[in-house]
């Protein structure tokens, strides 16, 4: 089973190596490719100097642009399962067997690690607590999901979603709007309890005013969506 | 306003709501360049709704037609949405340019790597 950890990066020169380190030696059989996006700091320089696996945009694309090009670069390579994890360090390896499991054996076909099943770990601030609430209840109106962390961009696909998503990726919302499309498209998704750490070097690209304009445009952006794509039949 | 025109008006927007929305269906229309175009239907949706209330609003800088009151908004939606565009066609070049320069690069590379390997042979 061949396994591809999908590494999206924006100016993470603090945190990459160790994130790499970390990965190589918890979980040793899984591929990986980090996707700079165009980083403005010293990421580049870090992922040659060590030999690391990456590809590099010279134009930045964004988070949905970075995911889609690690998800074509599965596809390319023939990969069963990928898996995409931050490359802040915020997702431990060593759950990585909690997501990719219930994927091999097809239990279902994407798989999310979870902060807010077993509410262990880092929890976040409350207002992002909060937000995250809100889409969920906007997700389960679009499409049945009950899912309870929505942004956790900690998750696990097989080949069909791999192919899906290669070719259909959203740009602005990636990991709410994936659910969504999943689901609508007639894939099995479910939730896997996790431990999440705290983003200890660099900066989030969401802040304060940039979360409230995020529930905002979110939630319609959703809804627009369901509206304009309805439900397709079960597509296996 | 005339019960007939508001009439009218408010189908003309409908179809437009709808167009938009079929658009989006076929992946014809991104949904981020989407919302500028729902959200002036929408509003002119509310103002032909409630023309009175707007209406009362308008009439304090000087407009007597309640029918200019929305071509003033259709009119002020165009520029907007033409200046947005604007800006993000200035983005797209600005990406075409890199990418064609960053081709240009790779190519020489992938040159270079071709005669290095048959001056090898």
Sequence with gaps: MKKLVIIPAYNESMSIKRVVENLREKAADYDYIIVNDCSTDQTEMVLKENGYHYISFPSNLGIGGAVQAGYKYAKQHSYDIAI?????????????????????????????????????????????RLGIKFISFVIRLCCGEKVFDTTSGFRACNAQLIHYFSDNYAQDYPEPDAIVS??????????????????????????TWKSVYYMIKVPLSLILHRISTGRKKVKK | MNIILQTFLLIMVLIYLIFIIYL?????????YALLWLLSGIIVMAVLIFPAFFLGLASKIGIVEPVNMIFL?????????????????????KKIRILVQETALLEKRIRDLEEKRTDAE
């Design chain 1, 84 to 128: 995409q994890m931050d490359g802040d360090g915020q997702h431990d390896p060593q759950y990585l067997k909690d997501i990719v499991e219930p994927v091999k054996h097809g239990m279902c076909d994407m798989a999310i690690g979870s902060r807010f099943i077993n509410k262990t770990g880092f929890q976040s601030s409350l207002i992002r």
């Design chain 2, 24 to 32: 989006l269906r076929k992946s014809k229309l991104e949904l981020k």
């Design chain 2, 73 to 93: 908004l259709q009119g002020g939606f165009l520029l907007l949405i033409c200046i947005s565009l604007s800006v993000i066609v200035s983005g797209l070049n």
């Design chain 1, 182 to 207: 999943a689901s609508l498209n007639g894939w099995k998704i479910q939730e896997v309890p996790i431990v999440m750490c705290e983003r200890s070097e660099g900066v989030s690209s969401i802040n």
